[in-house]
């Protein structure tokens, strides 16, 4: 069963530290040689990453078969039949969190 990212939310505990993020610089340089995003997408993509340090279960679903693996859209980044999404590995014994990788995904259905 899949949880809803407010009724995750709600199960992290209040007063947890902040986050480390892990590699999402490197993931958003990635991202922006392979696919030439507008600044104003970037920008957007860059304050969304700065949400993860607050609350990096916030907006995004629990891989179900991986239960650290988390992905999600960003949100504002929806136009034009695409939307950017993230992806990222949770490690609470560190309070880290690892960037996988930034893309754009293509809404459009080819068949």
Same mark, same amino acid.
């Given at each position: 069963?899949?949880?809803?990212?407010?009724?995750?939310?709600?199960?992290? @505990? +209040?007063?947890?530290?902040? *986050?480390?993020?892990?590699?999402?610089?490197?993931?958003? =340089?990635?991202? &922006?040689?392979?696919?030439?995003?507008?600044?104003?997408?970037?920008?957007?993509?860059?304050?969304?990453?700065?949400?993860?340090?607050?609350?990096?279960?916030?907006?995004?679903?629990?891989? @179900? +078969?991986?239960?650290?693996? *988390?992905?999600?859209?960003?949100?504002?980044?929806?136009? =034009?039949?695409? &939307?950017?999404?993230?992806?990222?590995?949770?490690?609470?014994?560190?309070?880290?969190?690892?960037?996988?990788?930034?893309?754009?995904?293509?809404?459009?259905?080819?068949?």
């Amino acid at each position: 069963m899949r949880r809803s990212p407010r009724a995750v939310a709600a199960a992290v @505990p +209040s007063g947890a530290p902040d *986050w480390k993020l892990d590699g999402f610089l490197d993931r958003v =340089d990635s991202w &922006v040689e392979r696919e030439c995003p507008s600044n104003g997408l970037r920008v957007v993509v860059l304050d969304w990453i700065m949400t993860r340090f607050a609350d990096p279960y916030r907006e995004v679903y629990r891989e @179900p +078969s991986l239960p650290n693996l *988390w992905y999600g859209p960003v949100p504002g980044t929806d136009a =034009d039949g695409s &939307v950017v999404v993230c992806s990222y590995w949770i490690e609470e014994a560190t309070s880290t969190v690892h960037c996988c990788d930034i893309s754009t995904l293509d809404l459009t259905p080819h068949w």
